[in-house]
């Protein structure tokens, strides 16, 4: 039986091998493609279509034999494949199409750094020499048909003549010396003859093509470089010319009902421009599919007939809702008319953030040779070196859930509850963006460390964070915006390390009010899972349900953050949701992804699907509008990548200020050390920092254990006045600017801002402020 061939350096190579995993697991059988200089691997053949589970750039890559059917290939420290084939003839064949991949990758990749030095950049004209274009087009393309004819021809010779000569060698093998040995020798070599003739024609065939392909290959790239500009430019042009067209459309029909405002030009152009006034006309006909289909719901176009006008069939929400009929015209009108909003305001200068921090070192160190003895104890109470932190507090992590909290000033311009809680929910799920990439912890807060976030002329919101509890560790955050919100939040973190994966569980429940509309919304947050602790790639992974509840209407939004999975075939980190009002009838859907965007549908008509099915197994049914952009993630900073993947808020959180507490994250010691490079120094610290507050908790633990003796003593007086025994806190401590409340709504007793923090900074009255670093 013939052998597969080893293949060309421009074919796809594909082949079981075994792939060494671990110690426990050993070598596994995995597919491996082999294609345009990558090496994937799969763990089966039908996993090609959606999951590739590694892939090596053979063109940074060092191959390497073992012994007779092991070979290594590695990329210089970040990525090694151990590889183990059936057969020494097999691995020589993987071998030898690796080497010819790696050289066609490595002269690529060469090709690609000069490829416009020999042409001229300037695109042809429009109109220019498109016939004759083509037609030395069409004839390079025959000219290059012909050599791969002839390349063919070469081929099936070299096969022909290379199996006569095999057998030759073969007969030859058994002939005893005797009078037929010299014709025997003869045979074998005229073969040999014809094989090196029929090889060095397959060779000149090879070169001719390969210099007549590389003559050209630069000038087709040059080619298609300009048709894709011009492409650009005539996108562009379309585009802009259906904006006029639009606009003046919209200016004609408009002309009666929504006249210029001549005191304010600027803000009638933006709040009355394309997609915001009167769009009843612009989407008679057109419905859209909400999100792809999900186990509890599955939505599917609205039935033409239920248009706007036809306000009866509508599911209960006010026909004026702008998100429904134009793009985005309820916020973008109500900021560009609100005199208070920025685009009318003075311009007022700001002070200028910084926008770099010193790149992050490249210190290695074993995470499983710590976290091997820590298994299913707290994370907090596990000492952990710098080197997996990053230079930013747990209070500026929770700060930075304002990365987005202009959805929050939209959410207080919106004219209904439902339409105020898309946005509220937007905002919700846009908190987790900036934990995509970021696998380092944040510093565990010391008791007492406070953290201020003053955006009053950039944003319009302050915010304070206080660490309220150490063990277990609490943080109360306060945030007032001039915009018409409030946000308040105390956040308990309880974690496991479960050996393969760590689980983050934010306990507590976070509040906003809104003035005008007096709707008060709260939320719990969902679990963070860091996942491949002990081998491989650090990566986050956001899974569970949140339900939002508007207090004083009874409306509802229930998320479902999907965990992801291997098999699953759905977007990854897709988020889902309805929104409901007090009925449980539903009025919007929401769709996308915790690390992406959001969007909204309305939702038309809803039925039960399935009516043969199993009781329990039926889906909804919801027809929706056309889906509209609540919020998309902002791109992260250039460089992101060496300064741990801050966002362009997180950049700023640990840049120093004047004027802040004593207690101020900024003014942490170990945390500044990290971020300016000094990992040993900042070790050191963090330990000075954490034996200084288990010193300071044990005197704070025999003051208590006093008190509540003291308070032993006045029982028998306190029963006899009938006044109660106030219960002594087992940890004595008591927070600067937070008070322990009953939450109204809720139930709960959390933290809540007592006040008397932004007077202090005013009057740089810090005396009262404990002495924690």
Known sequence: MSEPKVPAPGDTYKGWLFKWTNYIKGYQRRWFVLSNGLLSYYRTQAEMGHTCRGTINLATANISVEDSCNFVISNGGAQTYHLKANSEVERQRWITALELAKAKAVRMQAESDDSGDECSTSPPSAGQGIGARNSEVQSTLRTLGSKVEDLSTCNDLIAKHGSALQRSLSELEG????????????????????????????????????????????????????????????????????????????????????????????????????????????????????????????TIPADPKYHRRSGSNVSGISSEIGMDDGTTSLDEQSLASNPESPQSQEVVPVRKRRTRIPDKPNYSLNLWSIMKNCIGKELSKIPMPVNFNEPISMLQRLSEDLEYSELLDRAAKCQTSLEQLCYVAAFTVSSYSTTVHRTGKPFNPLLGETFELDRLQESGYRSLCEQVSHHPPAAAHHVISERGWTLRQEITVASKFRGKYLSIMPLGTIHCFFEKSNNHYSWKKVTTTVHNIIVGKLWIDQSGEIDIINHRTGDRCHLKFAPYSYFSRDVARKVTGVVTDKDGKAHYVLSGTWDEKMECSRVMQSSRGGENGTEGRQKTVYQTLKPRELWRKNPLPEGAETMYYFSSLALTLNELEEGVAPTDSRRRPDQRLMEQGMWDEANAEKQRLEEKQRSVRREREREAARLANTAEEAVIEDSITDSPLKSVPQDNYKAMWFERSEDSATGEVTHIYKGGYWEAKEQSSWDACPDIF
Do not use: Y
């Open 175 to 298: 002939v005893k010396l005797g009078g037929d040995t010299s014709d025997k020798i003869r045979q074998v070599t005229e073969r040999a003859t014809l094989f090196r003739i029929t090889s060095n024609a397959m060779i000149n065939a090879c070169r001719d093509f390969l210099a007549l392909a590389q003559a050209h290959s630069k000038r087709w790239q040059k080619a298609l470089q300009a048709e894709r500009e011009q492409r650009v430019r005539l996108e562009e042009t379309l585009e802009q010319l259906a904006k006029q067209h639009n606009h003046l459309e919209r200016a004609f029909r408009g002309a009666t009902v929504l006249p210029a405002s001549p005191s304010n030009p600027t803000a009638d152009s933006k709040g009355s421009g394309p997609g915001k006034g009167d769009a009843s006309d612009d989407e008679e006909n057109e419905f859209f599919d909400a999100c792809e289909d999900v186990q509890e719901f599955i």
